[in-house]
Nanobody
């Protein structure tokens, strides 16, 4: 599976962005897809994940109520709608695909290249 993340950019605090993760190469619907983010010098943090079979979702505590993950299997794409953005959301955001419904980065086998999100105060 090849993943391409897009949609990042510069936004003011309180604003919104929608990230996209487009997949190619294999049937996308059978994969769990997660979003992670990373800032320089820190580990990659879990943001959200969406299950393959039933589209169950799970979020990191810092984004609950503000971010929404969704998927469109017909378009082989997963989205991350980010609202009420804060400066601390600034990071490189990565999408990843795997077979396990998990918050651990190690459970995901395929990774996109990352897209920068910058939130100004």
């Amino acid at each position: 599976v090849q993943l391409q993340a897009s949609g990042g950019g510069l936004v003011q605090a309180g604003g919104s962005l929608r990230l996209s993760c487009a997949a190619s190469g294999r049937t996308f619907s059978g994969y769990v897809v997660g979003w992670f983010r990373q800032t320089p010098g820190k580990e990659r943090d879990f943001v959200a994940t969406i299950n393959s079979a039933d589209s169950r979702t799970y979020y990191g505590d810092s984004v609950k109520g503000r971010f929404t993950i969704s998927r469109d299997n017909a378009k082989n794409t997963v989205y991350l709608q980010m609202n009420s953005l804060k400066p601390e959301d600034t990071a490189v955001y990565y999408c990843a695909a795997g077979r396990s419904y998990s918050v651990g980065a190690g459970s995901y086998n395929y990774w996109g290249q990352g897209t920068q999100v910058t939130v100004s105060s």
